[in-house]
Antibody
Framework: QIQLVQSGAEVEKPGAAVKVSCKAS????????ISWVRQAPGQGLEWMGW????????NYAQKFQDRVTMTTDTSTSTAYMDLRNLRSDDTAVYYC??????????????WGQGTLVTVSS | EVVLTQSPGTLSLSPGGRVTLSCRAS???????IAWYQQKPGQAPRLLMY???SRATGVSERFSGSGSGTDFTLTIVRLEPEDFAVYYC????????FGGGTKVEIK
C-alpha cells in the first residue's frame, strides 16, 4: 500500500535549521509530485511548496521562498524539506503529501503522519 | 495569489442533518481545481473531493461537491458522528492555497 513515512519530532533553537524527511513506498516515486504543508497549533493548513521527483521542478509559496529548500532522492524514494532561520512561529506539524494525479499539480491523496517541529530557546 | 475564504467558521449540527460548506475564491479557479479535505484532531487531512465535484476513492456518497469559477460548496447529508471534523478547501489550479477551514461540531 502507498505510504509516506516522515522523520521524528524535532526541537530547534531560533535561528537554526531543520530538515524533515518523507520516505515514500508502494508506488513509483518519480510519477507524483510532493507538497509540504504545515499546521501551527490550533491553526489551519498552510501550503509551503511542491516538488516534482520526476524532474526536480519546484514551486515555493512566496512566504517561504527565502528560507525553504525542497529536494528529493530518487534512489531512496525520499523527499526532504529544509527550513532555515527558524522562528518561534515556525512551531508546527509539518506534513508531506503526494499528488493524486500523474505528473501534474493535483489534490493530495496521500499524507505522511506529520512531524512536529518545535522552535524554542 | 488565490485567496480562499471559507464560511462559516463553525457550524453546530445534529447527527442526521445536512450541511453545506462554502468556499469562495478571490479569482477564478483554473479548471475548477478545488479539493476538499476532512481533518480530525491529531490526524492528517483526508482527501474527500477533487476537481470540485469528483469524489476521492472510498469517500461516502453522502459527500458531494459543486461549484465553478469562484464559488464552491461541499454538502454532507445524513450527518454521522464520524463526520464531525474540520473541513478545508484547497485550490490547485495556480500553485496551491488552502482556505481557513470550517469546523462542523455536534450540537
Amino acid at each position: 500500500q502507498i505510504q509516506l513515512v516522515q522523520s521524528g519530532a524535532e526541537v530547534e533553537k531560533p535561528g537554526a535549521a531543520v530538515k524533515v524527511s518523507c520516505k515514500a513506498s508502494g508506488y513509483t516515486f518519480t510519477n507524483f509530485g510532493i507538497s509540504w504543508v504545515r499546521q501551527a497549533p490550533g491553526q489551519g493548513l498552510e501550503w509551503m511548496g511542491w516538488i516534482s521527483p520526476h524532474n526536480g521542478n519546484k514551486n515555493y509559496a512566496q512566504k517561504f521562498q527565502d528560507r525553504v529548500t525542497m529536494t528529493t532522492d530518487t534512489s531512496t524514494s525520499t523527499a526532504y524539506m529544509d527550513l532555515r532561520n527558524l522562528r518561534s512561529d515556525d512551531t508546527a506539524v509539518y506534513y508531506c503529501a503526494r499528488d493524486s494525479h500523474l505528473l501534474r499539480y493535483s489534490a493530495a491523496a496521500y499524507w505522511g503522519q506529520g512531524t512536529l517541529v518545535t522552535v524554542s530557546s | 495569489e488565490v485567496v480562499l475564504t471559507q464560511s462559516p467558521g463553525t457550524l453546530s449540527l445534529s447527527p442526521g442533518g445536512r450541511v453545506t460548506l462554502s468556499c469562495r475564491a478571490s479569482q477564478t479557479v483554473t479548471s475548477n481545481y478545488i479539493a476538499w479535505y476532512q481533518q480530525k484532531p491529531g490526524q492528517a487531512p483526508r482527501l474527500l473531493m477533487y476537481a470540485a465535484s469528483s469524489r476521492a476513492t472510498g469517500v461516502s456518497e453522502r459527500f458531494s461537491g459543486s461549484g465553478s469559477g469562484t464559488d464552491f460548496t461541499l454538502t454532507i447529508v445524513r450527518l454521522e458522528p464520524e463526520d464531525f471534523a474540520v473541513y478545508y478547501c484547497q485550490q490547485y489550479g495556480r500553485t496551491f492555497t488552502f482556505g481557513g477551514g470550517t469546523k462542523v461540531e455536534i450540537k
